[in-house]
């Protein structure tokens, strides 16, 4: 059972750039969440979804763009990347609002 | 806007110690409160969640309890292990509007042995 799945792990882009990171759960979840990690700050949420075809925003969602067009994959996109999106990426997926959440193992990204 | 404090933001302790571990938010009117743990170079692991109508909940060696009114949670931990090393962070889910998560800086929880 491999719970939730980030790719890529590591990444780095040249300012301008753009990429998707792709985020894969099998536990059959509604739910899913797009966070960013950076020292100091503690997780912050960018964007989110509650089901196939839905998105919304989160705290910090300007500069990224969702999708979620399979119940089981959840998109996140750059599509000019800059310094201040240097960070680490976290996916999770839960049942429900009120059902515990369970995260990938990140995906590290630095843009130079 | 929600804020979500733990403290301490470090701890060192000798192996079979009982831990408190604090995390205080400003906005009571909460959906649920979650406590995770992070290992170096990990994604986070949901310990425990309690909703809002509910006072504590117990895995293990984990018990966690909700005080609304003071806005506080505590995460107690029983006889320490050095497997419990890790970071502890709980997050808030506001009740109401889009039930956004807050997530508190965490706790660097060292157990040696």
């Known amino acids: 059972n491999a719970g939730v799945t980030q790719t890529p792990k590591f990444r780095v882009l040249k300012t301008g750039q753009s990429m998707t990171l792709l985020c894969a759960q099998d536990m059959n979840h509604e739910y899913m969440y797009w966070y960013r990690q950076d020292p100091g700050m503690g997780l912050r949420l960018i964007h989110y979804s509650v089901g196939e075809g839905t998105t919304a925003k989160g705290e910090v969602p300007d500069g990224y763009n969702v999708s979620r067009l399979k119940k089981q994959n959840f998109l996140l996109g750059l599509e000019s990347a800059a310094p201040s999106q240097t960070s680490v990426y976290f996916c999770?997926?839960?049942?429900?609002?009120?059902?515990?959440?369970?995260f990938g193992d990140g995906t590290r990204l630095s843009i130079l | 806007k929600q804020e979500v404090t733990q403290i301490p933001a470090a701890l060192s302790v000798p192996e079979g110690e009982n831990l408190v571990l604090n995390c205080s938010f400003t906005d009571s009117a909460i959906y649920n409160l979650q406590w995770f743990r992070q290992d170096p170079g990990k994604g986070l692991t949901s310990l425990l969640l309690i909703q809002s109508s509910q006072r504590e909940q117990t895995s293990g060696r984990l018990n966690a309890s909700l005080d609304k009114s003071s806005g506080r949670s505590t995460l107690y931990i029983a006889a320490s292990q050095p497997g419990d090393s890790a970071t502890y962070l709980c997050?808030?889910?506001?009740?109401?509007?889009?039930?956004?998560?807050?997530f508190g800086r965490g706790t660097s929880l060292i157990v040696h042995p």
């Open positions: 997050a808030v889910t506001r009740a109401g509007g889009s039930y956004i998560p807050t």
């Open positions: 999770a997926s839960s049942q429900g609002r009120n059902q515990p959440q369970h």
